[in-house]
């Protein structure tokens, strides 16, 4: 059933229209207070459930909360609102509206549809691209500030609001409860847009996709010119269970505002909160290592691919002893005189039976052929992550730690992205381009690269309905990038990675077209250049690419819940009957 304000999860506003829930900062605003011996002992609204503290506090306060604040050019922290991570994508809306409680989300979005502007909304700023910050918005919604993390007995799940980062999500979760969300690895991300577009990470493979695990979402939506709050639970039916299941991978920007998210997997039972989402290891083992290129030819390489995608497909099996590991194989580009060093990272849990005779066997898998497994030390940064030296050795490390060093993400750089899940081995066709693309000698950027990560085993227990990501047998997702300064031309960086995808994907006509090796393309890395006919002459809409066949579904839900397009960006759903 949809609820409307006031709040749904206590029902109780406070006298200046504020929901009376358990502050307006992350709990572990409350771990700090956990951490020392001062608690505090402000009463918790009756379905509101912190971790217990020293001295039987409760970790939490009630915070006053401010009013909507209005950021206008002229103010000194415009140009931090007005751009995300990707240094490519700016605005100059009128004004940046930072709201910090659902009724406040919901009212700037009223306001925004009364004066007819063009609204978007920031949650961490990674959108790939220009969907939140173009020249059209003229009205941005930061919920940046909306971010607290906790545990609703109402709903016997736990909340989290779409301006929590990646990791309070995991340090609030883990450190007060034991569990965590299969999410992404970037810490400064943020859940509003990462959840919605299905979202995985390190423990995907041994815990699925992090929508596997979304309960509900409250959205504020826009019907007959109104903005209303709406929540939409796994347990709800008609139309506001199609709200719930297009969330669960259909995409951030599409369907109204998400103010929060609550996460209980589907086959928890009771009511502890230690048992309702996954937990993860206690330790991992960590370890990346790489090949230079100067060691390695066509032949060599392509051995290396082949052992990759084979190890892929020999191990993604539900049930594999190998579901806890997850590779990130990172195909750099090679720099000037055969510079540069390809790179696996891998983590693992570090206690599963035979762990490291398991780990040594996967890296013997991969280096077979061409010399023996990765030596060589992580130098340098690859992609977003930053040079890793000391785990040129593999090392076993805390699961929370781990989590905390491998947080990558660079805010200074401009980058372009492309995406592709791969359900079997790669073709001779696309090795021998990866290989072509990435010793070129007319393009040297060493910020270049394909990331090939290893997907499968839990993430492949669902089926491909159940949720609106469609791609459920996939071995391996890929994600193409290249990274240069602000202020020198894109051009050649853009050719380049254009030229890359193009080549690898020609027998598809230079796109991922599902067939028996390809299935399309993440909404999460969002590739505009799927919408142009050029770079796209297929035939396949990019609709189809990150959707399949779930994209009708989507299409329903967005008549249904935003009728007059409201929210919209260069890829966000259509109405049913347009393109």
């Given at each position: 059933?949809?609820?409307?304000?006031?709040?749904?999860?206590?029902?109780?506003?406070?006298?200046?229209?504020?929901?009376?829930?358990?502050?307006?900062?992350?709990?572990?605003?409350?771990?700090?207070?956990?951490?020392?011996?001062?608690?505090?002992?402000?009463?918790?609204?009756?379905?509101?459930?912190?971790?217990?503290?020293?001295?039987?506090?409760?970790?939490?306060?009630?915070?006053?909360?401010?009013?909507?604040?209005n950021v206008a050019p002229a103010d000194k922290r415009f140009p931090d609102l007005v751009r995300g991570t990707n240094q490519r994508w700016s605005a100059n809306p009128g004004t940046v509206r930072l709201v910090t409680t659902p009724q406040q989300a919901q009212r700037a979005v009223q306001e925004a549809v009364d004066q007819?502007?063009?609204?978007?909304?920031?949650?961490?700023?990674?959108?790939?691209?220009?969907?939140?910050?173009?020249?059209?918005?003229?009205?941005?919604?930061?919920?940046?500030?909306?971010?607290?993390?906790?545990?609703?007995?109402?709903?016997n799940a736990f909340c989290i609001e779409s301006g929590a980062s990646n990791l309070q999500v995991y340090e609030t979760l883990y450190k007060l409860y034991g569990v965590s969300i299969p999410a992404g690895s970037c810490a400064s991300v943020g859940a509003g847009g990462h959840i919605v577009g299905g979202g995985f990470g390190l423990l995907s493979r041994l815990h699925g996709l992090t929508?596997?695990?979304?309960?509900?979402?409250?959205?504020?939506?826009?019907r007959n010119g109104t903005a209303q709050l709406v929540?939409?639970?796994?347990?709800?039916?008609?139309?506001?269970?199609?709200?719930?299941?297009?969330?669960?991978?259909?995409?951030?920007?599409?369907?109204?505002?998400?103010?929060?998210?609550?996460?209980?997997?589907?086959?928890a039972t009771g009511t502890n909160p230690s048992n309702l989402?996954?937990?993860?290891?206690?330790?991992?083992?960590?370890?990346?290592?790489?090949?230079?290129?100067?060691?390695?030819?066509?032949?060599s390489f392509t051995r290396l691919l082949q052992n990759f995608g084979n190890w892929c497909q020999a191990n993604s099996a539900p049930g594999s002893p190998y579901e806890s590991l997850f590779g990130l194989f990172k195909l750099n580009k090679r720099t000037a005189n055969n510079g540069g060093r390809i790179i696996l990272l891998t983590q693992m849990?570090?206690?599963?039976?035979?762990?490291?005779?398991?780990?040594?066997?996967?890296?013997?898998?991969?280096?077979?052929?061409?010399?023996?497994?990765?030596?060589?030390?992580?130098?340098?940064?690859?992609?977003?992550?930053?040079?890793?030296?000391?785990?040129?050795?593999?090392?076993?490390?805390?699961?929370?730690?781990?989590?905390?060093?491998?947080s990558g993400g660079n805010p200074t750089l401009c980058g372009d992205y492309k995406s592709a899940y791969a359900r079997k081995p790669f073709s001779t066709v696309q090795i021998q381009a990866m290989y072509q693309q990435l010793t070129r000698n007319d393009y040297?950027?060493?910020?270049?690269?394909?990331?090939?990560?290893?997907?499968?085993?839990q993430i492949n227990t669902v089926a491909s309905a159940a949720t609106a990501v469609p791609q459920r047998d996939s071995i391996m997702k890929l994600q193409f990038q290249t990274y240069w300064a602000p202020g020198t031309p894109e051009t050649e960086h853009v050719a380049w990675i254009r030229d890359f995808y193009k080549a690898v994907y020609a027998e598809t006509q230079g796109v991922p077209v599902p067939n028996q090796i390809n299935d399309g393309c993440y909404i999460n890395y969002p590739d505009k250049d799927l919408n142009d006919p050029v770079q796209n002459p297929s035939g396949i809409p990019w609709s189809q690419l990150y959707?399949?066949?779930?994209?009708?579904?989507?299409?329903?839900?967005?008549?249904?819940?935003d009728p007059t397009n409201f929210f919209r960006h260069a890829q966000s759903v259509r109405l049913p009957g347009t393109t």
């Amino acid at each position: 059933m949809s609820k409307q304000s006031p709040d749904s999860t206590t029902g109780k506003p406070d006298k200046a229209g504020n929901a009376d829930t358990v502050g307006r900062r992350s709990v572990l605003g409350g771990a700090a207070a956990v951490a020392g011996a001062a608690a505090l002992t402000t009463a918790l609204p009756a379905t509101a459930h912190a971790a217990p503290v020293a001295n039987g506090g409760v970790g939490v306060a009630n915070v006053a909360t401010p009013d909507i604040i209005n950021v206008a050019p002229a103010d000194k922290r415009f140009p931090d609102l007005v751009r995300g991570t990707n240094q490519r994508w700016s605005a100059n809306p009128g004004t940046v509206r930072l709201v910090t409680t659902p009724q406040q989300a919901q009212r700037a979005v009223q306001e925004a549809v009364d004066q007819n502007k063009r609204l978007t909304v920031r949650s961490g700023g990674h959108c790939y691209e220009d969907f939140v910050f173009n020249s059209e918005v003229q009205v941005v919604v930061d919920v940046s500030g909306m971010n607290q993390v906790y545990f609703d007995q109402g709903k016997n799940a736990f909340c989290i609001e779409s301006g929590a980062s990646n990791l309070q999500v995991y340090e609030t979760l883990y450190k007060l409860y034991g569990v965590s969300i299969p999410a992404g690895s970037c810490a400064s991300v943020g859940a509003g847009g990462h959840i919605v577009g299905g979202g995985f990470g390190l423990l995907s493979r041994l815990h699925g996709l992090t929508v596997d695990h979304l309960y509900g979402v409250e959205v504020v939506v826009v019907r007959n010119g109104t903005a209303q709050l709406v929540t939409a639970t796994r347990d709800s039916t008609g139309p506001e269970k199609e709200l719930w299941w297009a969330h669960t991978g259909g995409g951030g920007g599409n369907f109204g505002l998400i103010t929060r998210y609550w996460m209980r997997s589907p086959n928890a039972t009771g009511t502890n909160p230690s048992n309702l989402l996954p937990k993860p290891p206690s330790e991992v083992i960590l370890h990346s290592a790489g090949w230079d290129w100067k060691d390695l030819n066509q032949a060599s390489f392509t051995r290396l691919l082949q052992n990759f995608g084979n190890w892929c497909q020999a191990n993604s099996a539900p049930g594999s002893p190998y579901e806890s590991l997850f590779g990130l194989f990172k195909l750099n580009k090679r720099t000037a005189n055969n510079g540069g060093r390809i790179i696996l990272l891998t983590q693992m849990d570090a206690n599963v039976p035979n762990a490291q005779q398991l780990f040594n066997n996967y890296l013997d898998a991969i280096g077979a052929g061409v010399g023996g497994p990765p030596t060589l030390a992580m130098t340098r940064s690859s992609g977003e992550h930053a040079a890793m030296p000391m785990l040129v050795q593999p090392q076993v490390f805390p699961w929370y730690i781990a989590t905390d060093y491998l947080s990558g993400g660079n805010p200074t750089l401009c980058g372009d992205y492309k995406s592709a899940y791969a359900r079997k081995p790669f073709s001779t066709v696309q090795i021998q381009a990866m290989y072509q693309q990435l010793t070129r000698n007319d393009y040297l950027n060493g910020d270049a690269l394909v990331q090939i990560d290893t997907y499968g085993c839990q993430i492949n227990t669902v089926a491909s309905a159940a949720t609106a990501v469609p791609q459920r047998d996939s071995i391996m997702k890929l994600q193409f990038q290249t990274y240069w300064a602000p202020g020198t031309p894109e051009t050649e960086h853009v050719a380049w990675i254009r030229d890359f995808y193009k080549a690898v994907y020609a027998e598809t006509q230079g796109v991922p077209v599902p067939n028996q090796i390809n299935d399309g393309c993440y909404i999460n890395y969002p590739d505009k250049d799927l919408n142009d006919p050029v770079q796209n002459p297929s035939g396949i809409p990019w609709s189809q690419l990150y959707y399949l066949g779930n994209y009708p579904r989507l299409q329903t839900a967005k008549q249904t819940w935003d009728p007059t397009n409201f929210f919209r960006h260069a890829q966000s759903v259509r109405l049913p009957g347009t393109t």
